[in-house]
Every structure is written in structure tokens, then in C-alpha cells.
């Protein structure tokens, strides 16, 4: 049996300057997908889009602090709920968080009995144009029976070592939320098929529609491929992603010939690395997919 995980991709815009709106059309559109749409086991959408930012050039510089949230609080409670109700894995988007080192930009993870699996600060903000307090720490969450999943947020796309400590971790797809309307898009979407050829991975790229955000959401699979962009309006993007595409990638080749991650766990040990102090190979427990015959 394959190991596939469906996802519904909301490249949809938010109420501007009212996350109480914008979290009521979520709702709504979360648990009208729950009725219609019967093999989508995930939700997500675009970085901030429950915090409901101005377009960028309309966000005042209070705006983070005055609809930063607490987790746990009232909007973690209601997400929780949702996921329950609905027994979908959700990924809001991100939130603007309130922690005791400032605001944070934080993604949410909820798996199908309401309970707040995963959070992740976003490690590299926009600077210097996003003051939010950086993230130390990336993140995995693992879905039972399918595999493990990471997490990015918007310009951590372009670190290239946020992917490689995802796949080092065992990621084998990374969901991230997006909210892009500069001229940058096209780099970005460049960024997304090399992360996933690098790493052997599905990459869900999710920016927020115009005028919030220039659309063009991708779905790559672990060779790079582009399976499905977006165009700038909104959209409802629904994939399945097979987990074990990524790693037969690892295993047997990208295109049966590629095996880099393999070849980085035997050669990297031995290579001067003094900006990483050095290299560790993958644990075996981040491989167990690939150990398995084809």
C-alpha cells in the first residue's frame, strides 16, 4: 500500500485587519471541505492568513502586537475544536504569536482528535522587513500510517539548510506557508523545485492570492517536478501525495539514478564542513522507508 496523504490547499485571501472574520470564513470553508471533498485529510493555508495582515505596504508597525495570540488561548481552542469536529489534520496558516522574547511568526499543526501537535516559530524572517523574533528550532510532525512531515514558513524557503535538517530529520514532504506579493515570486518558486531535488522530497508551496500575496502556489514532487501551479487568484488546490515517491527517490535514485542523500551520509563524515562543525549522517530511524525493499 502506497502511503498517500491528500491535502486541500487554500490559496485564499483573508479579511484584511480582522482575524475574527478571517477565522469564521475559515471555519466555514474547513468544515464545507470536511462534507464535500471525502479522501482530503489535510487543510492548510498561506503564512498570516489568520492574522489578516494589510497588504504590505498598508500593515503599520504596531499591527503584529495589537492581534498576536496566546497559545494556549480562545483561537487555539476554536482550531482544536475544528479539527475535531471535522477529524482533518489542520495547518492554518501561520499566526502572529505572543512568546516571552516578542512576537512571533508561528505556524500550527492539529491533528484529527484536536490536539496541537506541532508549532513552529519561523527561524528566518523577511529582514529587514519582518521584525518578528526568529525561531531556534525546526520542526517535524508525524502523520501515522503516512510519514513525517516538515515544516518551513515563506523565506526560510531561500536557507537551504532549513530543508536539509528537515530531511535529515526524515521529512519526506514540507508544508509551507507562503506570503509573497513582490517581484520575487519566480525565485521562490525556483527555491521550491531545488529544495526538493536537493532533499528528494514534496514540497507544498502555499501563497496567499492577490492583492495579498502574487498566487502561483506549486506542488513539486521529490524530483522536482512541478505537479500543479497556481495562478494569482484564489484557488482550491487539492493533491495527493505519495510518501513513498520520496523514498523510493532515496533509495533507488531521483530518475533511478541520483541517490544524494545517500552519498552524503557515506562521504559527508569525512569532508571538512568548518561552518557546520562538521557532518553527522542521518539517524536510521530518519531512513526507514528507504530501508525497505523496492
Same mark, same amino acid.
Given at each position: 500500500?502506497?502511503?498517500?496523504?491528500?491535502?486541500?490547499?487554500?490559496?485564499?485571501?483573508?479579511?484584511?485587519?480582522?482575524?475574527?472574520?478571517? %477565522?469564521?470564513? =475559515?471555519?466555514?470553508?474547513?468544515?464545507?471541505?470536511?462534507? %464535500?471533498?471525502?479522501?482530503?485529510?489535510?487543510?492548510?493555508?498561506?503564512?498570516?492568513?489568520?492574522?489578516?495582515?494589510?497588504?504590505? #505596504?498598508?500593515?503599520?508597525?504596531?499591527?503584529?502586537?495589537?492581534?498576536?495570540?496566546?497559545?494556549?488561548?480562545?483561537?487555539?481552542?476554536?482550531?482544536?475544536? !475544528?479539527?475535531?469536529?471535522?477529524? %482533518?489534520?489542520?495547518?492554518?496558516?501561520?499566526?502572529?504569536?505572543?512568546?516571552?522574547?516578542?512576537? $512571533?511568526?508561528?505556524? !500550527?499543526?492539529?491533528?484529527?482528535?484536536?490536539?496541537?501537535?506541532?508549532?513552529?516559530?519561523?527561524?528566518?524572517?523577511?529582514?529587514?522587513?519582518?521584525?518578528?523574533?526568529?525561531?531556534?528550532?525546526?520542526?517535524?510532525?508525524?502523520?501515522?500510517?503516512?510519514?513525517?512531515?516538515?515544516? $518551513?514558513?515563506?523565506?526560510?524557503?531561500?536557507?537551504?539548510?532549513?530543508?536539509?535538517?528537515?530531511?535529515?530529520?526524515?521529512?519526506?514532504?514540507?508544508?509551507?506557508?507562503?506570503?509573497?506579493?513582490?517581484?520575487?515570486?519566480?525565485?521562490?518558486?525556483?527555491? $521550491?523545485?531545488? +529544495?526538493?531535488?536537493?532533499?528528494?522530497?514534496?514540497?507544498?508551496? #502555499? +501563497?496567499?492570492?492577490?492583492?495579498?500575496?502574487?498566487?502561483?502556489?506549486?506542488?513539486?514532487?521529490?524530483?522536482?517536478?512541478?505537479?500543479?501551479?497556481?495562478?494569482?487568484?484564489?484557488?482550491?488546490?487539492?493533491?495527493?501525495?505519495?510518501?513513498?515517491?520520496?523514498?523510493?527517490?532515496?533509495?533507488?535514485?531521483? =530518475?533511478?539514478? +541520483?541517490?544524494?542523500?545517500?552519498?552524503?551520509?557515506? !562521504?559527508?563524515?569525512? !569532508?571538512?564542513?568548518?561552518?557546520?562543525?562538521?557532518?553527522?549522517?542521518?539517524?536510521?530511524?530518519?531512513?526507514?522507508?528507504?530501508?525497505?525493499?523496492?
Amino acid at each position: 500500500m502506497s502511503r498517500l496523504l491528500t491535502i486541500l490547499a487554500l490559496q485564499h485571501g483573508h479579511v484584511a485587519g480582522d482575524p475574527a472574520a478571517t %477565522l469564521d470564513r =475559515f471555519e466555514e470553508r474547513v468544515r464545507t471541505a470536511a462534507t %464535500l471533498l471525502e479522501h482530503v485529510e489535510l487543510v492548510m493555508a498561506p503564512e498570516l492568513y489568520l492574522s489578516a495582515p494589510p497588504t504590505l #505596504l498598508d500593515e503599520h508597525a504596531e499591527y503584529a502586537d495589537e492581534v498576536a495570540i496566546d497559545v494556549p488561548g480562545p483561537t487555539i481552542d476554536r482550531l482544536s475544536r !475544528l479539527a475535531r469536529d471535522t477529524g %482533518l489534520w489542520l495547518v492554518p496558516g501561520t499566526v502572529y504569536e505572543r512568546t516571552p522574547d516578542g512576537i $512571533a511568526n508561528t505556524a !500550527l499543526v492539529f491533528d484529527p482528535d484536536g490536539e496541537l501537535v506541532t508549532r513552529y516559530r519561523k527561524c528566518f524572517p523577511w529582514q529587514p522587513f519582518e521584525e518578528t523574533t526568529p525561531g531556534r528550532r525546526l520542526e517535524t510532525f508525524d502523520i501515522p500510517g503516512v510519514g513525517r512531515i516538515g515544516l $518551513a514558513i515563506c523565506y526560510d524557503g531561500t536557507f537551504p539548510e532549513v530543508f536539509r535538517q528537515l530531511a535529515w530529520y526524515g521529512a519526506e514532504a514540507v508544508l509551507q506557508p507562503v506570503l509573497t506579493s513582490t517581484a520575487d515570486r519566480e525565485p521562490e518558486v525556483v527555491c $521550491a523545485r531545488a +529544495n526538493a531535488i536537493f532533499n528528494q522530497l514534496h514540497v507544498v508551496s #502555499l +501563497n496567499a492570492p492577490s492583492p495579498y500575496g502574487h498566487g502561483r502556489s506549486v506542488v513539486v514532487d521529490p524530483e522536482g517536478t512541478i505537479r500543479y501551479e497556481a495562478g494569482t487568484g484564489e484557488e482550491q488546490i487539492t493533491v495527493t501525495l505519495d510518501l513513498d515517491a520520496a523514498a523510493t527517490a532515496r533509495r533507488r535514485g531521483s =530518475f533511478g539514478i +541520483n541517490r544524494m542523500l545517500d552519498q552524503l551520509d557515506r !562521504l559527508g563524515p569525512e !569532508l571538512e564542513l568548518p561552518m557546520y562543525g562538521g557532518y553527522v549522517p542521518r539517524p536510521a530511524e530518519a531512513k526507514i522507508h528507504e530501508e525497505q525493499p523496492a
